[in-house]
Every structure is written in structure tokens, then in C-alpha cells.
């Protein structure tokens, strides 16, 4: 289903500006963000050179495939989309509980009074992304690097005795499932057939994939307290302040859930500098099955977004094809 693509100027925009800001900051300029599937990420620009950013969550501007838009607004699965100004709100509500820098919200608004969508005006964090400043110079952000891993300890040592969405979790609701990994597996079973639907490769290791899939999931333990996570935290969600202070962004999908599973993204995205987030404590065995999990998830994903129109199409190819490589490759190193 093809989703009319709103081109939002100036114009579109100058009355959630002066909400959010006040009548002295006249609005020159408006440039959407790259990289946003989800929501629409703008930048705005004022008289002054002062900047905001603005979220906008409308079915326009999302990538994904809209043919289960029920099954992806179902908060009660920790894996539906991460996306809504509840889910943004509700997050934000935690991590500044927390101590944890997020950039502050000057204006959200729901009841549609300046655009037609939910939307939030949010501070924008001058400077890079952790990500290109870790391609530029990585000693340049160890200190950042020290202070993230202590946000990532402050936030998983945040428990509680369910898993699930934050938001859900506020309101007294409950996750479907019976477990952090019976919700993986049932996710992983199904990127597996859909990846196998798309990709030969896999395809032909698809019941290898299965029984293995079961077999690690078997030797996981039972579980009954979960720490707060990000739930996608690459360095490309990671803004820098100007005092070197690490600043999450994409925090809709924070959640309580095994600790274990932002550790295999971290590992993923991260690379060699993980070395500034490991922690001790981690169960090797959830580890080994979130990880197959996630590759899987690193295929599917990618392939599920391109049945759209989503713009940046050789970019989400090479996620799949890496992440491909690295499933072939996990079961090759299981079978020595």
C-alpha cells in the first residue's frame, strides 16, 4: 500500500514553532533529517540561527508497510513498531528520571491544534553523532564512551518484575508472552520465514536455522526480573553534547526486557569499541540465542522496509546482506 509522501515547508511548520517557542523566534527554515523510517525528523531554523527539531509521527511519514498497522500500534508485543508520541513521552518520562540526558521537549502535542499528527518540538543538540566521531577520531570520545556505559549500568540496574514497553508497563498493562525468550523465539521463527520466503540462502538452511534457533532457546534459564533498555541503541543514536555528555535520541522503544538483548545490538553496531560498554554478569547463554535472533531480525527488517519506498534502498541491502553473512556464518562456526 503506497502512502502519499507530504512535502512539509516552512509554512507547514510555523505555527507548532511559535508554540513551542514563542512569537521572537521567526522561522526561516525548515530541512527534513535523514534516516528517519518511522517519523519525520526536521530540523528548524530561525531568524536568530537558533535550531530545533521536530518530531512527526503521520502515517506519511512512515516507510514501513502499513498492511498490519493494527498489529504495529499493539504495544502489549514488546516487538511492534516503536513509534507514537506515548511511547516517546513515556520514555522520556523515565530516562530524565534516571539522570539520563535525552534532549529536552519544548512542546508535544496530540490534540493536532498546529498539524494534522501527533508531533513534539525537542531541543537540537549541536555537533555529531557518536557515530561519525567514533569514524573520525575514537580517542576523542572515550570520555563519552565511560559516561555511556555508565548510563547503560543505570539504566539495566532500573528493573522490574515484567517486560514490556514502558508505556505499557506504566499503565498496569502486560506484554504478551510468557518470557523475554518465548517473545525472541516466536519473533526469530517468523524473520526466519519471512527471510527464507525472499533469500535462496537461507532458504536452504532454513531447518538447520530452526532446530538451532530451538535448541539455544532450550538452554536458556527462567527469568522474573528485567532491566530497562534502549532496545536499539547504535552510535548513530548517540548525540554529544558539548560537554562530551552522551544524549539518546530514538528512545521510543525503551522497555523492560533481558538485559542481554541491547548487549548483542551494542556488540553488533559497536564494534571494537564495545569494549567501553561490556559488563560483567551477562548470561552467555542468552547472548548466543538473542544474537542468532537478531541477525535474523537484520535480514527481515531490512527486506519488510523495502517493500515500500522507503528512499535509501542499497543502504537497508547492505544491512541484509552483512547480517545474512553472519547467520551462514554462526551456523557454520556451531557445526566445528
Same mark, same amino acid.
Given at each position: 500500500?503506497?502512502?502519499?509522501?507530504?512535502?512539509?515547508?516552512?509554512?507547514?511548520? *510555523? +505555527?507548532?514553532?511559535?508554540?513551542?517557542?514563542?512569537?521572537?523566534?521567526?522561522?526561516?527554515?525548515? &530541512?527534513?533529517?535523514?534516516?528517519?523510517?518511522?517519523?519525520?525528523?526536521?530540523?528548524?531554523? /530561525?531568524?536568530?540561527?537558533?535550531?530545533?527539531?521536530?518530531?512527526?509521527?503521520?502515517?506519511?511519514?512512515?516507510?514501513? %508497510?502499513?498492511?498490519?498497522? *493494527?498489529?504495529?500500534?499493539?504495544?502489549?508485543? %514488546?516487538?511492534?513498531?516503536?513509534?507514537?508520541?506515548?511511547? @516517546?513521552?513515556?520514555?522520556?518520562?523515565?530516562?530524565?528520571?534516571?539522570?539520563?540526558?535525552? %534532549?529536552?521537549?519544548? !512542546?508535544?502535542?496530540? #490534540?493536532? &491544534?498546529?498539524?494534522?499528527?501527533?508531533? *513534539?518540538?525537542?531541543?537540537?543538540?549541536?555537533?555529531?553523532?557518536?557515530?561519525?566521531? !567514533?569514524?573520525?577520531?575514537?580517542? $576523542?570520545?572515550?570520555?563519552?564512551?565511560?559516561?555511556?556505559?555508565?548510563?547503560?549500568?543505570?539504566?539495566?540496574?532500573?528493573?522490574?518484575?515484567?517486560?514490556?514497553?514502558?508505556? =505499557?508497563?506504566?499503565?498496569?498493562?502486560?506484554?504478551?508472552?510468557? $518470557?523475554?525468550?518465548?517473545?525472541?523465539?516466536?519473533?526469530?521463527?517468523?524473520?526466519?520465514?519471512?527471510? &527464507? #520466503?525472499?533469500?535462496?540462502?537461507?532458504?536452504?538452511?532454513?531447518?538447520?536455522?530452526?532446530?538451532?534457533?530451538?535448541?539455544?532457546?532450550?538452554?536458556?534459564?527462567?527469568? &522474573?526480573?528485567?532491566?530497562?533498555?534502549?532496545?536499539?541503541?547504535?552510535?548513530?543514536?548517540?548525540?554529544?553534547?558539548?560537554?562530551?555528555?552522551?544524549?539518546?535520541?530514538?528512545?521510543?522503544? =525503551?522497555? /523492560? @526486557?533481558?538485559?542481554?538483548?541491547?548487549?548483542? /545490538? =551494542?556488540?553488533?553496531?559497536?564494534?571494537?569499541?564495545?569494549?567501553?560498554?561490556?559488563?560483567?554478569?551477562?548470561?552467555?547463554?542468552? !547472548?548466543? @540465542?538473542?544474537?542468532?535472533?537478531?541477525? !535474523?531480525?537484520?535480514?527481515?527488517?531490512?527486506?519488510? =522496509?523495502?517493500?515500500?519506498?522507503? %528512499?535509501?534502498?542499497?543502504?537497508?541491502? +547492505?544491512?541484509?546482506?552483512?547480517?545474512?553473512?553472519?547467520?551462514?556464518?554462526?551456523?557454520?562456526?556451531?557445526?566445528?
Amino acid at each position: 500500500m503506497n502512502v502519499a509522501r507530504r512535502v512539509v515547508g516552512r509554512d507547514h511548520l *510555523a +505555527g507548532v514553532a511559535r508554540a513551542a517557542l514563542g512569537a521572537r523566534h521567526r522561522l526561516v527554515g525548515v &530541512s527534513r533529517l535523514r534516516g528517519g523510517s518511522k517519523k519525520g525528523v526536521y530540523r528548524l531554523t /530561525f531568524e536568530d540561527d537558533s535550531t530545533a527539531i521536530v518530531y512527526i509521527w503521520d502515517d506519511a511519514e512512515n516507510y514501513w %508497510p502499513t498492511a498490519n498497522a *493494527a498489529d504495529a500500534e499493539d504495544h502489549a508485543d %514488546p516487538f511492534s513498531h516503536a513509534s507514537g508520541i506515548e511511547l @516517546f513521552q513515556a520514555a522520556h518520562r523515565h530516562l530524565s528520571a534516571l539522570g539520563i540526558r535525552t %534532549p529536552r521537549i519544548r !512542546l508535544a502535542d496530540r #490534540s493536532r &491544534s498546529y498539524y494534522p499528527a501527533d508531533i *513534539a518540538v525537542i531541543e537540537d543538540v549541536p555537533g555529531e553523532n557518536l557515530e561519525t566521531l !567514533l569514524e573520525q577520531n575514537p580517542r $576523542s570520545v572515550e570520555t563519552t564512551l565511560a559516561r555511556l556505559a555508565e548510563a547503560l549500568d543505570l539504566m539495566q540496574r532500573h528493573t522490574a518484575p515484567g517486560f514490556g514497553k514502558v508505556a =505499557l508497563i506504566d499503565n498496569g498493562g502486560v506484554s504478551h508472552g510468557r $518470557s523475554c525468550e518465548q517473545v525472541v523465539l516466536d519473533r526469530a521463527l517468523e524473520d526466519l520465514a519471512e527471510a &527464507s #520466503s525472499r533469500d535462496m540462502r537461507i532458504a536452504g538452511v532454513r531447518d538447520h536455522v530452526d532446530d538451532v534457533l530451538r535448541g539455544l532457546a532450550g538452554a536458556v534459564r527462567p527469568r &522474573s526480573e528485567y532491566g530497562l533498555i534502549h532496545g536499539e541503541l547504535g552510535p548513530d543514536h548517540v548525540l554529544v553534547d558539548r560537554h562530551g555528555q552522551p544524549v539518546l535520541i530514538d528512545i521510543e522503544g =525503551l522497555m /523492560f @526486557f533481558d538485559v542481554e538483548w541491547e548487549h548483542v /545490538f =551494542l556488540r553488533i553496531r559497536f564494534g571494537e569499541h564495545y569494549q567501553w560498554l561490556n559488563r560483567g554478569g551477562l548470561d552467555e547463554r542468552r !547472548l548466543a @540465542f538473542y544474537m542468532l535472533a537478531m541477525r !535474523l531480525s537484520l535480514v527481515a527488517g531490512p527486506l519488510r =522496509l523495502l517493500d515500500g519506498d522507503f %528512499p535509501d534502498r542499497d543502504f537497508m541491502m +547492505g544491512i541484509v546482506e552483512y547480517n545474512l553473512q553472519q547467520v551462514l556464518a554462526l551456523l557454520r562456526e556451531g557445526n566445528r
